[in-house]
């Protein structure tokens, strides 16, 4: 069992960066691939960012790719989203995810999800 807790969203303005942090539970967290999703009001939820058990592989969706950078710390049991220039799109409610296959992670189909955390950007 792995528990996901999401923190570092925030009121950001336009062009700004926030950092968001997942720490997880659970001895297994470095056999884990992690992602992040993110949910806009109306809409549906979307693959943003995704990591390697080994942190040695990344990916991203198109619209966040050279502006959002994904990384994990294996002995802090914590990935994060570097997120720069925000842009008005990108408020949503960010999750973070896990589960043992990073296609699991990326298709939106992992067993593990966060709460997740609120990113808001003023224009």
């Known amino acids: 069992q792995v528990q996901l807790v999401e923190s570092g969203g925030g009121l950001v303005q336009a062009g700004g960066s926030l950092r968001l942090s997942c720490a997880a539970s659970?001895?297994?967290?470095?056999?884990?691939?992690m992602g992040w999703f993110r949910q806009a009001p109306g809409k549906e939820r979307e693959f943003v960012a995704a990591?390697?058990?080994?942190?040695?592989?990344?990916y991203y969706a198109d619209f966040v790719r050279g502006r959002f950078t994904v990384s994990r710390d294996n002995a802090k049991n914590t990935v994060y989203l570097q997120m720069n220039s925000l842009k008005p799109d990108d408020p949503a409610v960010y999750f973070c995810?896990?589960?043992?296959?990073?296609?699991?992670?990326?298709?939106?189909?992992?067993?593990?999800w966060g709460q997740g955390t609120q990113v808001t950007v003023s224009s």
């Open positions: 659970g001895r297994t967290f470095s056999s884990y691939a």
């Open positions: 990591i390697s058990w080994s942190g040695g592989i990344t």
């Open positions: 995810t896990a589960d043992s296959g990073s296609l699991t992670v990326r298709e939106g189909h992992a067993r593990y």
